[in-house]
């Protein structure tokens, strides 16, 4: 994909998604009484060198990892595989979940060394859809431009998963979403 179409095509999502979350619709996770001051996420800018074509490193066995949720819950995932990367001249793994055997979506929840300070303390997450995130060679895209904060972080109505440890990124991922702009400090 070249470079302009896919900033067109981010940009895109991110005013969709602002529409969304700016809507009467009820399934919106911003709060009814502050959508009137809702003028729509902030953002990193959008840069390319957080925009990766991987080999997803699958796991032998699938184990199941128990993550706990912001409301004291748990859940098991299935830690599906492993994704390594350079950011800069630092090599670096995160890990990638499936809720089950039969999903072909990757969830992937991380933390890095903007989280707590430019980005939502808790982390943030990348879904990778299989007929919209891999290559026709079969490689996945990482696009960290797509990170997004958790719903918990608008609205106390949602829990959401922590992320395990093994995918707390020592590097600063200026891509994607950054705190919530209504968010209280």
Request: with cysteine; aromatic share 16%; charged share 35%.
């Amino acid at each position: 994909m070249e470079i302009l179409e896919w900033k067109a095509e981010v940009e895109k999502e991110r005013k969709v998604k602002d529409r969304f979350f700016k809507s009467r619709y009820p399934g919106s996770p911003i709060p009814f009484e502050d959508r009137a001051k809702f003028k729509g996420l902030d953002y990193f800018p959008l840069d390319p060198t957080y925009r990766f074509e991987l080999e997803l490193h699958e796991h032998e066995e699938k184990g199941a990892v128990r993550m706990a949720y912001t409301k004291g819950q748990e859940r098991d995932f299935l830690q599906w595989g492993e994704f390594r990367f350079k950011v800069g001249d630092r090599e670096q793994a995160i890990q990638a979940y499936k809720n089950d055997l039969a999903e072909e979506r990757l969830f992937i929840l991380f933390r890095d060394a903007t989280s707590g300070k430019e980005t939502y303390g808790a982390g943030r997450y990348l879904d990778l859809e299989l007929d919209r995130d891999q290559t026709a060679e079969g490689k996945w895209i990482l696009d960290f431009n797509k990170a997004y904060n958790p719903w918990c972080v608008y609205s106390e109505n949602y829990t959401c998963p922590l992320v395990p440890p093994e995918n707390q990124l020592k590097v600063l991922i200026y891509a994607g979403e950054k705190n919530y702009p209504l968010k209280e400090k």
